[in-house]
């Protein structure tokens, strides 16, 4: 079966039919899902809704544009002035790993976090990262400073509980495999960059940690040359398959210049395109992915 590993069903995209969508799964040849948290709020819901379905797993994370969630009751600018004095997070997974900060607001949505983080039915911290597309052109972006404290925190937190990161990594090749590489020399042995969307190189380098890359729709779009290179470069055994849903939209169901919700149903069309590039069969692929997200997420077959 398929096992879809990164899904937001929890999005108000599926507020009028969402027990149906995710019930009906099933029965469209998916097995398992994670659903991937990355607010507060999406953690909670990522939870109750692997709670109430067997077929579905929780990840709980603070996506890196969401950090300001973990400091309610503050506004954006008093947020960054506790990060104001702060150049520099590179090193931060070198000190005890905990508190950078003496004096830290967060501590009470933190601890939540890391509650939603042990439940039984949350296999993995994320989705976590850093995004740097959009400054001065967002209103209210988290800053560098304020995204690496985040990163490297939930990055410790993963492991000091054993569990697997998922990984946002959008416009920050380089600080991300830095931060990746320092956290896989202080015993994060499971990640995977999700979306991946850098160079055949650089995914090399995660392939060598024993890391995943999470590949979905954006493979089936015209002129993914890079991601086409980098596919036919990895091993099948360290592809994961995954939707983003409701975002990206494979192709032929999403239309050129219209949005259209994505499903955990339509990942048939992701695994024709890397069986075409792998040269091997769609059923081979669902096999091995079924197989790579399993031992990924820690779940038995």
């Known amino acids: ?77 008093e947020i960054e002035e506790v990060f104001e004095n702060i150049h520099d997070f590179t090193e931060y997974g070198h000190t005890d790993g905990r508190d950078a900060l003496k004096e830290d607001p967060s501590s009470e949505a933190f601890a939540r976090l890391k509650e939603l983080a042990a ?89 060598e940690m024993g890391y995943y890359l999470g590949i979905g729709g954006v493979l089936t779009y015209e002129g993914q040359k890079k991601l086409t290179k980098t596919v036919e470069a990895v091993p099948m055994e360290r592809i994961l398959l995954e939707t983003d849903c409701p975002y990206l939209t494979p192709v032929p169901i999403r239309e050129k210049g219209k949005w259209s919700r994505n499903s955990s149903e339509y990942l048939p069309y992701v695994i024709r395109k890397i069986a075409g590039i792998k040269k091997t069969t769609p059923e081979e692929v669902e096999r091995i992915t079924w197989e790579n997200a399993n031992r990924f997420y820690r779940i038995e077959c």
């Not at 469209?28 to 077929?55: D, F, P, Q, W």
């Not at 404290?149 to 998922?166: D, S």
């Open 1 to 77: 079966m398929i096992f879809d590993t990164h899904t937001h069903y929890d999005d108000a995209a599926f507020n009028k039919d969402r027990e149906e969508v995710v019930e009906g799964l099933l029965k469209k040849n998916v097995g398992r899902i994670c659903n991937i948290g990355s607010t507060m709020r999406g953690a909670e819901e990522s939870v109750k809704l692997a709670e109430r379905y067997e077929h579905v797993y929780a990840a709980a994370g603070i996506h890196p544009d969401e950090v300001y969630d973990l400091y309610p009751g503050m506004k954006p600018g």
């Open 119 to 207: 439940n039984k039915k949350t296999v993995a911290i994320g989705e976590i990262g850093l995004d740097y597309h959009g400054f001065g052109e967002y209103k209210d972006k988290p800053g560098i400073a304020i995204q690496k404290y985040w990163f490297t925190k939930q990055l410790m937190l993963a492991i000091e509980l054993g569990k697997p990161a998922v990984i946002h990594s959008r416009n920050a090749s380089e600080d991300t495999l830095e931060i990746m590489r320092k956290a896989y020399s202080m015993g994060l042995r499971s990640a995977v960059i999700h979306c991946y969307s850098y160079s055949k190189e650089t995914a090399l380098n995660y392939i």
